[in-house]
């Protein structure tokens, strides 16, 4: 295949207004494709989803720096036309496989990506392009969060905004593990979802009697460990419903305001009821870990997706022209499930 030296995809447009809808972060930008440095690959997208974190990236509140005018975008699917990686770079060329975004370069959202050789894992072909480009950041945070919390020696898990692709991830696997859940959600809708998905208990936040109810299910399943998305004032409230010794594992913060700080937690807890707080980051976890960590987390997610057990909930696929809107829609309404960019 002859190699493109044109790109286009959607920009970052730093905005200070916070509240300025994210269709006006993104613009339509062409670029010249730069070459290929060592350890790198080209990547012909065919699906990128959006995920919460790229929202969040857009405002520039994420833990990796905005760049003004770089492609968006941090995972996908696509299939590698060119490498300039060695061995493994000519093994992956022609294959599908599922990318990230590398620090410095541009991201996915766009045409033809350019990554690392070693932020490339190869896909199963039962796999589809849309469940392939969701592997990385959510079914593999869910299971990276259920084995924390069985390292951590709890018997059940709290699981906020449980209504999300993590969340109804983390559900599935702690079913498999013989691992109890308690699940809670703001929508009423999302109730019935999460209890046929396997949920042991669904609570809803809204609920006069939600913090009484959160009380007696964590004593009843011995809940110690709670899977937070939301943080800000959620991460105290859930917290104090929890036993003592209880640990919080904050892996983002779908916060309203989107405070820089992001989170609160109660000092007397963490003092005088012997709790804690860690943080987890994706990107965080795979730097650390050896590749045949790394490979052996992708084929363990793939098998369970490839199984049917893990299944990405999808709102539509759109073009370039569809995606400024469908990527509002998703702001909006995430549980409604991914929207996924395909250029045409």
């Known amino acids: ?24 972060r993104i613009q339509l930008t062409e670029k010249k494709l730069p070459a290929l ?30 760049i003004d005018g770089a492609y968006a975008g941090f995972e996908g699917c696509g299939r590698v036309i060119a490498a300039n990686a060695g061995l493994y770079g000519k093994w992956l060329t022609g294959k599908r496989v599922a990318v990230s975004a590398a620090p410095g370069r541009d991201g996915v959202w766009a045409k033809y990506a350019i990554s690392k050789a070693s932020y490339c894992l190869p896909v199963r072909k039962e796999i589809n ?39 109804k991830g983390a559900i599935r696997y702690a079913n498999m593990l013989g691992m109890k859940t308690i699940a809670t959600v703001r ?3 999302n109730v019935e979802v999460l209890k046929k998905l396997g949920a ?67 000092v007397s807890d ?9 943080g987890f980051w994706l990107a965080t976890h795979i730097g650390k870990s050896t590749p045949w960590q790394v490979l052996s987390l992708s084929r363990k997610v793939q098998k369970l997706m490839a199984q049917g057990i893990f ?26 499930g991914k929207v996924i960019l395909a250029f045409d």
Do not use: W
């Not at 790198?40 to 969040?56: G, R, T």
């Not at 963490?270 to 860690?278: A, D, G, L, S, T």
């Open 200 to 266: 042991n208990q669904v609570l809803l936040t809204t609920a006069d009697t939600f913090k009484e109810q959160l009380k007696q299910a964590s004593k009843a399943l011995h809940a110690t460990v709670l899977l937070d998305a939301v943080a800000d004032v959620d991460t105290p409230t859930t917290m104090s419903c929890m036993p003592n010794g209880s640990t919080a594992i904050v892996y983002g913060r779908l916060t309203e305001t989107q405070h820089p700080m992001g989170g609160q937690f109660s």
């Open 187 to 189: 929508s009423a809708a």
């Open 311 to 336: 299944h990405t909930d999808i709102y539509g696929q759109f073009n370039a022209e569809q995606f400024p809107l469908a990527l509002a829609h998703y702001a909006a309404h995430k549980s409604d």
């Open 1 to 24: 295949m002859v190699t493109p030296n044109s790109n286009i995809g959607f920009s970052l447009h730093l905005m200070d207004d916070l509240d300025a809808p994210f269709s006006a």
């Open 270 to 278: 963490v003092i005088f009821r012997n709790q804690k707080i860690e």
């Open 129 to 167: 392009d849309q469940q392939a480009a969701t592997i990385i950041v959510n079914p593999c945070t869910s299971v990276c969060l259920i084995e924390r919390a069985k390292t951590l020696g709890a018997k059940a898990v709290v699981i906020n905004a449980a209504a999300s692709q993590v969340g």
């Open 37 to 66: 440095k060592p350890g790198e690959v080209l990547v012909k997208m065919l699906a990128s989803p959006v995920n919460p974190s790229d929202l969040v990236y857009l405002m520039g509140k994420y833990g990796l720096p905005p």
